[in-house]
């Protein structure tokens, strides 16, 4: 059992470890907020500055989530927002959700600089509050007792900021807001992060603020869980390269009584990143080190493989150069006679899903159907892989396929460089609410991918058993921190070029899925003349058009 009592320690400034530390900087002497702000200034400032905060420190302060974490570059001055909102959270009433803050960072100069920040804030915002209190925490475990030391800033509001250590325990007993700074580095983080999380239970918040420590540190776990929907809670991703671009480097300059330039940013921008070397990736570029491996193992994809057959169909050179009708009624008589079974096979009580991968004359278009069943689970019933297909073929296709798919919901489509046209075409037949246009960029893998390893790991999707589509999942590797496809191309059982394509269509599929997408179905009739006032006549067809 634990029992922590205060000995707050209200002594002069020049008396205190607190005073000293800020002794060491620029103020030789005086009340260093004092002369940096004197109160007297307050409103003008208040009334001066338009925005203070640059937009990532914006964004991060009006974002109100129980949990949200920061993964950031390096001194890019978050903890700096965050004290101005925590400064304003200790100052309101409890009516207006005020409550206390607990400030932990893993040593004590970070502890010192963020009271003093926060100080700064309640003087920046007119709020009455006490001078910074020393003191310290005793806690008795067992036959032991020590004490930890403190910094506290009472407000009129009865509320306090208090910057605690890092020991878990910290946190028993407490209530209001956590912030945990440079997360990745604290000794004892998966048992701070219980404590922490505890708090939501009763209506308290928890910041989480770092950079990154490897792929394997609790922090990048945490972040994963949150990307891939096992926690609820939101996630600011700030490199350098957009702390400079929304102005990092003008605040370096107005701190230092430099005038800004672009050259001065470029040279500086470079300097940064030379001192930093080969951790730059990691501590500017937020990308957690680790190595290239296997993001599926083959266990665990074989443990989700199930007896669903994969067609394959490639055209002969020069395909392309035969007639639209005959091209057109050789892929027409392949889709009748091997795709249509399958597809007549589906549950018409199931919704339908749809991921297709891109490719032409050298990677493949792999087009991958779902339907979700009463266990959540996303079940692939066939792939259909095309090799050297012409565009308006893979068109057909694509909507011969979706045409037949029972309570099509929607579909993700590959849309880079010539993938765009057929994307674009399926879009225009089906909706573009129905069918996405996917950019696969490096963002949307990053977002993207943890909910697939997810579902392989929770048994919440099962896919055809086949030795290429096997191969081309596990061909997903982490590369800076991202689960994605490398340049390094495969062979097929087929003999034909292989850039794992499976992968990418069952994660777009995937992706496709977890979408929400409003639809209006469409019914056929039969009017008596084209005046029928509530249909219009649709590619032969007639339809009956909601609203009319």
Request: aromatic share 8%.
């Amino acid at each position: 059992m634990i029992i922590a009592k205060s000995k707050p320690i209200r002594t002069a400034p020049a008396k205190t470890a607190l005073a000293q530390a800020l002794a060491s900087t620029e103020a030789s002497s005086g009340d260093l907020l004092e002369q940096e702000l004197p109160a007297s200034l307050a409103n003008e400032v208040n009334c001066a500055i338009d925005a203070v905060l640059l937009k990532y420190q914006q964004d991060w302060v009006a974002d109100d989530s129980d949990l949200k974490i920061a993964e950031k570059s390096r001194r890019i001055g978050l903890t700096w927002a965050e004290a101005s909102d925590n400064a304003l959270v200790a100052a309101r009433s409890r009516q207006a959700g005020g409550m206390n803050v607990y400030y932990i960072g893993y040593n004590m100069d970070m502890a010192i600089e963020y009271i003093e920040a926060c100080a700064m804030w309640a003087r920046v915002f007119n709020e009455a509050a006490s001078e910074i209190e020393e003191g310290e925490e005793v806690f008795k475990e067992g036959n032991d007792e020590k004490a930890i030391k403190t910094y506290t800033i009472r407000f009129a509001s009865g509320f306090r900021i208090v910057a605690l250590s890092s020991r878990p325990a910290n946190l028993r007993g407490k209530q209001g807001v956590v912030v945990i700074d440079e997360a990745a580095f604290h000794g004892q983080l998966d048992e701070l992060l219980k404590a922490a999380l505890a708090l939501l239970i009763w209506g308290g918040k928890v910041r989480v603020i770092s950079t990154h420590d490897g792929d394997q540190n609790p922090f990048n776990e945490l972040i994963t869980e949150v990307r891939a929907g096992k926690r609820k809670g939101s996630i600011h991703r700030i490199t350098f390269a957009d702390a400079v671009t929304q102005g990092l480097y003008g605040r370096v300059c107005m701190r230092k009584g430099e005038t800004w330039d672009i050259d001065s940013q470029a040279t500086w921008v470079a300097n940064v990143y030379a001192f930093y070397g080969d951790a730059a990736e990691e501590e500017l570029d937020v990308v957690p080190s680790q190595g290239s491996g296997a993001w599926l193992t083959t266990a665990l994809i074989e443990a989700r493989m199930t007896a669903a057959p994969v067609l394959r169909y490639t055209c002969p050179p020069g395909f392309e150069q035969r007639s639209d009708g005959d091209r057109f009624a050789v892929i027409q008589e392949w889709l009748d006679l091997e795709v249509l079974p399958l597809l007549e096979a589906l549950d018409p009580e199931l919704d339908s899903f749809f991921g297709q991968d891109f490719g032409r004359s050298g990677d493949l278009t792999v087009q991958v159907p779902a339907q979700i069943d009463q266990q959540l689970r996303r079940r692939v019933p066939f792939i259909l892989e095309l090799r050297n297909m012409p565009h308006r073929q893979q068109e057909q296709i694509g909507k011969y396929v979706l045409h037949r798919l029972p309570r099509f919901r929607k579909a993700a489509i590959d849309a880079r460089g010539n993938g765009h046209a057929v994307a674009e075409f399926l879009a225009q037949e089906f909706g573009y609410n129905r069918v996405e246009l996917v950019m696969l960029t490096e963002g949307w893998y990053r977002e993207q991918m943890p909910p697939v390893k997810t579902a392989f790991e929770d048994d919440t999707i099962a896919v055809p058993r086949d030795r290429d589509t096997l191969a081309d999942l596990r061909a997903i590797k982490v590369i800076k921190g991202v689960a994605r496809i490398p340049d390094r191309k495969t062979t097929g059982k087929d003999g034909g070029q292989r850039h794992g394509d499976a992968g990418i269509a069952i994660a777009l599929m995937h992706y496709a899925s977890r979408q929400d997408v409003e639809i209006i179905d469409y019914h056929r009739v039969k009017p008596r003349d084209d005046s029928h006032p509530r249909s219009v006549r649709r590619g032969g067809g007639w339809r009956c058009v909601k609203g009319l």
